[in-house]
Each structure stands twice: as structure tokens, then as C-alpha cells.
């Protein structure tokens, strides 16, 4: 009876929470007397017209019977932006486990797709599209090979509805050293940890190889079932990518010796001391997801500024650089990380291709996502001024065509006490 009287007040404070919440529109949007960034052109005037969750034309004087018009004078028209890596929709409370859905128990499973474990009702998804973050990475943590992350866009029903049309699976790649000041092992002992780690490592891909073959030949209908290792085989037909997590600088250099002969797509992420070893990521051509950029240095002899300009000194060495905030709840900090990276070296457009455009190429969706151009899909906001400043005003936001309230568990909080009654005797 307890339990039944709990769930009552929890599906009525749903309720009662939902019946707040506007709800998101769809239809054909123009948007007019707004100024269009871009990253060749600076800031353009021109009207945008959206329509089927695509932008159909961008041009001076838009007019179109029936569309809902939006002024947008002295506003502009920026590309939402993607974040290379969150656990969003993949963890709610971080003290309640119950909640957590970003690891699974096994070290080696990367056949576990983190799509299905999304959490569109998610509170912290309202809480970051309205800072313009329109599309992120759901990325699976725990173990060698903890799983598949996959791209989503803010708003959807369900996972599927949300999908952003990209996955690639997660390699926490073996790190050497301490893993911190709490770490009490003998060198011995983590020689010996290292070196076990790797074999594990080669002796699993190896695995991967030989199910490739048998998949290959005629009778392949014949072979078992096996999950784990065909989401691998994957990555090996150049059918997924292969995420690789890679921090200290000799880990970068092992990793990249150690993909030397694989013929793989993959993308190497952390990177928190890429700044080291950039010749060495530009001879092999290693496109970069970094951050957070708000972060600590990594050694005590480091500089203070090392995780600001870190995304910085690679960019300038020529390698193709994205962010990340890699949070659950502050997610919507990305423009902010952008923000430093901008400030500490990168400069405002770069640091603005590396939250979009670059996001969208390193995983392959530039087609439709990154900026604001005529065909792509309608991922965009509207701001008073530069997203990157804590000042700014986002007035209007779109994902998929979909104009978005701008309402969070933030704003509807500030304004029921703005409005409390009764109030404070």
C-alpha cells in the first residue's frame, strides 16, 4: 500500500510537471532580419525558411504564404551545437546507481549499444539544448571495451526518433603509470598491469580478426552467434569507427603504434596531452575530440592554462579538432569550454567550427548537420549576441524543424518563485 501511495505522488507530480511545459511546434518557420554566422563570411544578413526539419532557402526577403514569421532583428542565426562526448540521457542522479546507465558490468562489450539505454524524458536534456547545444554523443564508460556510443539529437520521444546518424565503439586504451596520487602500486606492479592489459587487448582483437574470416566465407550462415565480437568485426569492415580514449603522452604514442597497421576508421578522444605529441597526430592523421576544456592540468609541473589552449595547439599543428564536456548534468557548458579554447588560442571561429562543423565531419554527418546552409537539417538557435558569453540570450531554438520552447527545470523554477504566492511574510 506504501508503494502504491508513493507512485501515485510521483505520477502526479509528472503530471502536474508536464502540464507546465509548452510543448514543441512543428510547421514552416522563416525567420527574418536575423544575421546568418558563418565561417568564411562572418555574419550575413539574410533570412532563413525552414521547412519539413530542413532549411529550404536562405535569401535576402523570404516571403512564404503561411509560414509563421519570427523577427530576428538584431539577433543571430548560429549552427546548433554537438558536443563529442556526454553520457546526457545515459545518467540522471550520479548518487543513485539505479539511475546509471552508462556502464555495464564486463570489460570487454562492445556489442552494448548506448542508443537503446537513452533517456529522452531526460530533465538535464532541456536543461542543455537551451544554452544551443542541439546534438550530442551518448557515450558508454566502464572497461576496455564498454560499448557503442551513439549521436543524438535533443528532442525525440524515443531513442530512435532522437538518433543522429553516427556510432562508434569505445576503446578505454591502456594507460600506463599512476592513475592518480591515491595510487600506492610498485612500478613492477604496474609494468606488470600494463603488459597484461595489452595482451588482453591483442589477444581480444585477434578474436575480432578470425570472426571476420569466418563471417567472410560462403557458409558463414553456419558460424554462432556472437554479439561481442561481430560489433567488432564492424570496426574492422570500416563499418563503425573505433573511438579510441587516450590521455597521457606516452599512451597517444602507444595508441598510435599500435593502429599503425590497422586498417580502421578511428578517432582518438581525451587527448589531454595532445599538445605533445602533435607532429606525431598529424603524420598519421588523427582527427581529435578533446575536453573538457574547464578542467585541472594534469601534472603538478604543468602550466595552469595547459587544458585551456591544449585544443588550441593542435588545431594550429593542422589536426582536426571537436570539443567535448564529457558531463551528464553540465553539458551545457560546452560553449563555454569553447569559450577558453577561443580565448586561450583558437580564436572565436575556430573554437565555433570545433563545437559544429568539425563535430559533423569527424562523424561523417556534414551533409546535414555543423552549419547554417540551405539542404541541412534545421539544427539552430537564435541569440542576441556571442553563445560563448554567460550574458548572451538564445531566443529562439530548432532541432530537426522543430522550434523548441525555451524552457528548462531551470526557468520553470525561476519562475515559480519569481511568482511564489503566497510569499515570504
Known sequence: MKYTYILSLLLLSTFCYGQQVQKPQNGIFLLKNGKIQTFDQGQIEADVLIMEGRIKEIHNDISHPGAQVIDCTNHIIYPGMIDGGTRLGLSEVGSISLTQDHGEIGSYAPHLDALTAINPSSVNIPVTRVNGVTTSLAVPSRGRFPGTAALIDLHGYTPEQMYAGFKGVVLNF???????????????????????????????????????????????????????????????????????????????????SWIRD??????????????????????????????????????????????????????????????????????????????????????????????????????GIDKDYGSVETGKIANLFVADGDPFETKTKIKYLFIKGWNIPMESRHTLLYDEYLKRSPGIE
Open 174 to 256: 591502456p594507460s600506463t603509470g599512476r592513475r592518480g596520487s591515491w595510487d600506492r602500486r610498485s612500478d613492477e606492479d604496474i609494468q606488470k598491469a600494463d603488459k597484461k592489459a595489452k595482451k588482453e587487448l591483442n589477444d581480444f582483437w585477434k578474436q575480432a580478426e578470425l570472426r571476420q574470416g569466418i563471417l567472410a566465407h560462403p557458409d558463414a550462415d553456419a558460424a554462432d552467434y556472437n554479439p561481442q565480437l561481430d560489433a567488432l568485426v564492424d570496426v574492422l569492415n570500416k563499418d563503425r569507427t573505433l573511438m579510441l580514449e587516450v590521455n597521457r603522452k606516452s599512451d597517444i604514442l602507444n595508441a598510435l
Open 262 to 363: 590497422k586498417d580502421i576508421n578511428v578517432i582518438f578522444t581525451g587527448v589531454s596531452e595532445g599538445y605533445l605529441v602533435t607532429d606525431s597526430l598529424t603524420h598519421y592523421n588523427i582527427d581529435v575530440i578533446t575536453g573538457p576544456v574547464l578542467s585541472n592540468p594534469g601534472r603538478s609541473s604543468d602550466r595552469y592554462d595547459v587544458a585551456y589552449a591544449n585544443a588550441a595547439v593542435m588545431q594550429k599543428a593542422g589536426i582536426k579538432v571537436a570539443l567535448r564536456t564529457n558531463e551528464s548534468e553540465n553539458v551545457r557548458n560546452l560553449p563555454f569550454n569553447a569559450g577558453f579554447a577561443a580565448t586561450y588560442g583558437m580564436g572565436y571561429i575556430e573554437a565555433l567550427k570545433a563545437v559544429t562543423i568539425n563535430s559533423a565531419e569527424i562523424f
